[in-house]
């Protein structure tokens, strides 16, 4: 009998299989899709609001999953961010946008000096402070083996050198259960990120990003695979 509880604890238990940081450019030869935004025009920020989910090819981003809840707190600046509330997702995992002018937005990017994605927090499109300080999600059409992303923080402060903030990534399978969460702390200007399963099986179904960096972030070149067509 206990070694049937066991079994029974394993069946009902959700997905617990870490995700382990590996090196972006190992990702970058191994994986099929680099998502860059260059498909839109190039626009300064700040670029083009965007209140509905984005479609690319095996790929769809937006501000959160359905069944989860986004609320606010300060950064060390005292601006707004977007963090993640209700952290568990419906089934199947399912993008939602936020609230108008509070999504997203894609401008050409100073930083990455090409276009980029900026995450619209609490304030929103028309202000500074309201550019990168958002939540994205991003769900792939297939479970994902590993993944990758490149990330800008930390502009310049002609006063001063601001406090440094953190990224946090929460990787969701596609039952809507959290199978890892991530708390890292990115470098001035761009960092790149690379993660793979611990047992290099698809189990990522999606990955929900959010950040306490003062001047907010931007994302460009995402790594991930879309499956070769049988036919």
Same mark, same amino acid.
Request: charged letters at 15%; a neutral charge; glycine letters at 10%.
């Given at each position: 009998?206990?070694?049937?509880?066991?079994?029974?604890?394993?069946?009902?238990?959700?997905?617990?299989?870490?995700?382990?940081?590996?090196?972006?450019?190992?990702?970058?030869?191994?994986?099929?899709?680099?998502?860059?935004?260059?498909?839109? @025009?190039?626009?300064?920020?700040?670029?083009?609001?965007?209140?509905?989910?984005?479609?690319?090819?095996?790929?769809?981003?937006?501000?959160?999953?359905?069944?989860?809840?986004?609320?606010? =707190?300060?950064?060390?600046?005292?601006?707004?961010?977007?963090?993640?509330?209700?952290?568990?997702?419906?089934?199947?995992? !399912?993008? =939602? $946008?936020?609230?108008?002018?509070?999504?997203?937005?894609?401008?050409?990017? =100073?930083?990455?000096?090409?276009?980029?994605?900026?995450?619209?927090? $609490?304030?929103?499109?028309?202000?500074?402070?309201? =550019?990168?300080?958002? !939540?994205?999600?991003?769900?792939?059409?297939?479970?994902?083996?590993?993944?990758?992303?490149?990330?800008?923080?930390?502009?310049?402060? @002609?006063?001063?050198? !601001? $406090?440094?903030?953190?990224?946090?990534?929460?990787?969701?399978?596609?039952?809507?259960?959290?199978?890892?969460?991530?708390?890292?702390?990115?470098?001035?200007?761009?960092?790149?990120?690379?993660?793979?399963?611990?047992?290099?099986?698809?189990?990522?179904?999606?990955?929900?990003?959010?950040?306490?960096? $003062?001047?907010?972030? !931007?994302?460009?070149?995402?790594?991930?695979?879309?499956?070769?067509?049988?036919?």
């Amino acid at each position: 009998m206990r070694w049937l509880a066991i079994l029974l604890t394993c069946l009902t238990s959700p997905l617990t299989a870490e995700v382990t940081p590996v090196p972006y450019d190992t990702l970058a030869r191994e994986l099929s899709t680099t998502l860059t935004f260059e498909t839109l @025009p190039s626009r300064p920020e700040p670029g083009f609001n965007l209140d509905h989910p984005l479609r690319f090819t095996g790929i769809w981003l937006g501000e959160h999953f359905a069944g989860q809840s986004i609320t606010q =707190r300060p950064a060390a600046t005292g601006t707004p961010h977007d963090i993640l509330g209700q952290t568990a997702a419906h089934r199947p995992l !399912a993008i =939602r $946008p936020g609230p108008r002018r509070q999504n997203l937005s894609v401008a050409h990017h =100073r930083g990455f000096a090409s276009n980029a994605l900026l995450p619209l927090g $609490p304030h929103g499109f028309d202000t500074i402070s309201g =550019r990168g300080e958002g !939540a994205v999600a991003i769900l792939f059409d297939h479970d994902q083996f590993a993944l990758g992303f490149r990330v800008h923080t930390d502009y310049a402060k @002609p006063l001063g050198t !601001a $406090p440094r903030g953190t990224l946090t990534l929460t990787f969701m399978t596609r039952m809507g259960h959290v199978l890892d969460q991530h708390t890292l702390h990115p470098g001035p200007s761009i960092t790149s990120y690379g993660f793979r399963t611990s047992d290099t099986r698809a189990r990522i179904g999606g990955i929900l990003i959010t950040n306490s960096d $003062p001047g907010g972030i !931007a994302l460009d070149d995402i790594l991930f695979q879309i499956e070769r067509m049988l036919f």
